[in-house]
């Protein structure tokens, strides 16, 4: 694990409790804002922190093929055993730059980061921003959900901002399909204030 991403730490600490957590979010609810722009089955997925697998699990159950990629291993192992069997690629990497992912050289109809991007600082976004746009394959799709909330740079939780991204996306030569605000799924989040901006960017 890297001493530049803080996040990581909490989410290794916590990795069992949070994987509960997460599976009781309703991925079709989750992604309503954006469903109408998903490619497809079996378009081929990589989704990016992909936590306890829930939403690799739902893509890989209509047919995509899925890889899901998360740095932590507690939350890798709890992904594995709650979603044996769904044919998932699990792969150990993380942002901003995935070396391991484009090493394997394969390009994504769809790349999905789900609550992640406001685990990089703004450099880390900017490099990570190429490196998930050099993912796509010609007319693939990422698909962002960007938090706002309250910000703990020492826990690796950093301003994660809507005109940023769309910047960096669109000096990369990338459009926007779609920019939303949604509120959040989890009651938790509700409580804290937290919501959301989806982003849907086309190569
Ligand atoms: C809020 S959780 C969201 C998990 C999942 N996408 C979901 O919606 O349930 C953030 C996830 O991003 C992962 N993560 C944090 N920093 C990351 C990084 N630099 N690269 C890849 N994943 C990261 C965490 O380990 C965690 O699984």
């Known amino acids: 694990m890297t001493d530049d991403l803080p996040a990581l730490r909490v989410y290794a600490a916590h990795g069992a409790a949070l994987a509960q957590r997460y599976e009781t979010i309703e991925p079709a609810r989750l992604f309503a804002p954006v469903l109408d722009l998903l490619p497809p089955p079996p378009a081929r997925l990589a989704d990016i ?14 047919g995509y093929r899925v890889t899901a990629v998360e740095p932590v291993a507690q939350l890798r192992a709890e992904g594995q055993q709650r979603h044996r069997d769904t044919g998932i690629d699990w792969i150990a990497d993380h942002l901003p ?9 394969h390009r994504f109809d ?23 746009s050099g993912l796509l394959a010609d007319d693939g799709l990422l698909i962002l959900s960007l938090r706002h909330g309250p910000l703990a740079p020492e826990a690796g939780v950093y301003l ?44």
């Not at 922190?49 to 209509?62: H, I, L, Y």
């Open 49 to 62: 922190g992909a936590g306890s697998g829930r939403d690799a699990a739902w893509f890989a159950g209509q």
């Open 97 to 105: 730059m995935l070396s391991g992912l484009h090493r394997l050289g």
């Open 110 to 132: 769809l790349v999905t980061g789900i609550a992640v991007w406001h685990h990089l600082d703004a450099d880390q976004q900017a490099r990570a921003m190429a490196g998930l």
């Open 160 to 203: 994660a901002d809507p005109a940023h991204a769309i910047s960096l996306a669109k000096d990369l030569g990338l459009t926007v399909l779609r920019q939303v605000k949604a509120g959040s799924v989890q009651p938790g989040n509700l409580v804290e204030g937290i919501d959301w901006t989806w982003l849907v960017l086309a190569r």
